[in-house]
Antibody
Framework: QVQLVESGGGLVKPGGSLRLSCVASGFNLRDYYMHWIRRAPGKGLEWISIINISSSYTKYADSLKGRITMSRDNAKNLVYLEMNSLRDDDTATYYC???????????????WGQGTLVTVSS | SYALTQPPSVSVSPGQTATIACSGH??????VCWYQQKPGQSPVLVIHQDNRRPSGIPARFSASNSGNSATLTVSGTQPMDEADYYCQAWDSSTVVFGGGTKLTVL
């Protein structure tokens, strides 16, 4: 079954850190760029980051730059998002998504995981 | 930074046609995707490359992109189409989402 499954979310205190994981199955992760996107309660989708196939290129949303690191392990079919200095407004459901088309202007996010909830609260 | 603007909400009667707009500067020079997200579910790609439907997406979903606006059209809207819809484009190698439109089928 072609799918993405996120894990690692939970309750964390402000200033804390968290590492989210996303495991791919049913397809070769090494063939695709990957993304992280989040949706805060009552808000819309916010793109967070992208990583290329070889991990030689990553790009982050300006709002999170310096606090997050995206990485991947193609051999384990895993993608990660490391988040530091978490704030209340980082509370959201975090999704990983497969990028079909790399980072070309016609690329689409054609497969999404079910999401993992991160709650930042004291 | 580049911005995509959508109306917060659109309402439609069952069986009628719903149109959801997405505006951005010179949007026609970019490819637009559309995603559907139902409550409690993850987003689903319904349109890519302006007007192409992925396998499994009903033909009642169509889209266009011209000038500064893109439009998602849902023909013969069904109650199951009630969801949040997001347009998306690329700018400076980053993904940009519109703010989302809640489609209500009354």
């Amino acid at each position: 079954q072609v799918q993405l499954v996120e894990s690692g979310g939970g309750l964390v205190k402000p200033g804390g850190s968290l590492r989210l994981s996303c495991v791919a199955s049913g397809f070769n992760l090494r063939d695709y760029y990957m993304h992280w996107i989040r949706r805060a309660p009552g808000k819309g989708l916010e793109w967070i980051s992208i990583i290329n196939i070889s991990s030689s290129y990553t790009k982050y949303a300006d709002s999170l730059k310096g606090r997050i690191t995206m990485s991947r392990d193609n051999a384990k079919n895993l993608v990660y998002l490391e988040m530091n200095s978490l704030r209340d407004d980082d509370t959201a459901t975090y999704y990983c998504a497969r990028g079909h088309g790399g980072d070309d202007s016609n690329a689409a996010l054609d497969l999404w995981g079910q999401g993992t909830l991160v709650t930042v609260s004291s | 930074s580049y911005a995509l603007t959508q109306p917060p909400s659109v309402s439609v009667s069952p069986g009628q046609t719903a149109t959801i707009a997405c505006s951005g500067h010179k949007l026609e020079t970019k490819y637009v995707c559309w995603y559907q997200q139902k409550p409690g579910q993850s987003p689903v790609l319904v349109i890519h490359q302006d007007n192409r439907r992925p396998s499994g997406i009903p033909a009642r979903f169509s889209a266009s992109n011209s000038g500064n606006s893109a439009t998602l059209t849902v023909s013969g809207t069904q109650p199951m189409d009630e969801a949040d819809y997001y347009c998306q484009a690329w700018d400076s190698s980053t993904v940009v989402f519109g703010g989302g439109t809640k489609l209500t089928v009354l």
